[in-house]
């Protein structure tokens, strides 16, 4: 289990990239949603001790990760949000160059390890190929191929998904599903499909808070009955994005299929009322700050809910409160 407490991290400037955010991440994967600038990156580059914090503790199966970095830098895989390749290198040399780098080694070699690795992400057919020809997706590949050498138990991974084509997509996830079944998995993301198709438990970020920490359906759950779908001609729309909560716009033959959330499930004329989608409830939270009517959900206690683990402090002015 990762426990993150108080975490604050002020760049000069000062930027308050991070406001005291508290999280417990069990085993399995676990998704951080947030959208440009929310603090993903400086929290990812914290827990992987390339950062210090300004204040707050990180502890890893009990270890204190910001006193003894080294001790839980074995036990971690990071893959970063820009990931660096050597263009000229072929897979191998490039994936052997990253576990030089890293200190990984293996008893049977580290040509065997690096094929072994290369198999194991789905890119053997490409070991040879020099790097500057490979499509995203086979670069976000390899990037796990190093993140998960010397088998972590922790694995971080920032914005993996981002600039990848639906099958590559769809590859990646199975992959990280496979990751997940043994270790902890953390991934960023503005992506709210990679919440929907790949993480049991996510928390979002905004502005370097934790405004949410619950499961899809339970966000889905809370806006039970308050979202609405209806077209609308262009004309109309200025004014009713001045007056209603829209979640999400559609153009489809040159009118807009718009959904609303209606906080007092009350359908405007024209308008039905329709599933929530984890689409709405993201959209709901990055405008409100809050996901009325959903609890802030302690999914790691396992006794329960464990008092403050994972809430704000309280007197916050954000949190997904009962
Ligand atoms: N080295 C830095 N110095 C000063 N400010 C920084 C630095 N790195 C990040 N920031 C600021 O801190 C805030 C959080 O940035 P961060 O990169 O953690 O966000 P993010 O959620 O990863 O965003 P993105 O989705 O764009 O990757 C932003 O306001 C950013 O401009
Ligand atoms: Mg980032």
Aim: net charge neutral; aromatic share 6%; glycine share 12%.
């Amino acid at each position: 289990m990762l426990s993150i407490r108080g975490l604050v991290k002020v760049y000069p400037g000062p930027v308050a990239a991070l406001q005291g955010v508290d999280l417990d991440v069990p085993v399995g994967m676990f998704g951080l949603l947030g959208p440009n600038g929310a603090g993903k990156s400086t929290l990812m580059r914290v827990l992987a001790g390339l950062l210090e914090p300004t204040s707050g503790s990180v502890h890893f199966d009990g270890r204190d990760a910001l006193a003894d970095p080294m001790s839980v830098r074995r036990t971690l895989g990071y893959l970063p949000q820009d990931f660096g390749f050597y263009p000229h290198l072929t897979g191998e040399q490039m994936l052997r160059h990253l576990l030089v780098l890293k200190g990984v080694t293996s008893p049977r070699g580290l040509s065997a390890l690096t094929a072994e690795l290369l198999e194991r992400v789905n890119l053997t057919f490409a070991a040879k190929r020099s790097v500057k020809g490979w499509s995203g997706g086979m670069r976000q590949r390899l990037g796990i191929a190093q993140a998960i050498a010397g088998d972590p138990k922790l694995v971080i991974v920032d914005e993996p998904t981002a600039g990848l084509d639906p099958e590559e997509r769809l590859r990646f996830y199975h992959l990280l599903t496979e990751l997940a079944e043994q270790r902890t998995v953390l991934l960023s993301t503005h992506i709210v499909e990679d919440v929907a198709v790949l993480c049991p438990q996510f928390a979002v970020i905004r502005g370097g808070r934790l405004v949410a920490r619950t499961t899809p359906r339970a966000a889905r759950a809370a806006l039970q009955g308050r979202i609405f779908e209806g077209v609308v001609a262009p004309a109309d729309m200025t004014e009713l994005r001045a007056t209603r909560a829209v979640t999400q716009t559609l153009l489809v033959e040159g009118r807009h299929r718009v959904r609303l959330y209606e906080p007092d499930g009350a359908a405007p004329t024209g308008f039905e009322r329709v599933e929530p989608s984890l689409e709405d409830a993201y959209l709901v939270l990055m405008r409100l700050g809050e996901l009325p009517g959903a609890e802030w959900i302690d999914v790691t206690a396992s006794n329960g809910p464990a008092a403050g683990a994972g809430r704000p402090a309280a007197g916050e002015p954000v949190g997904v409160r009962p």
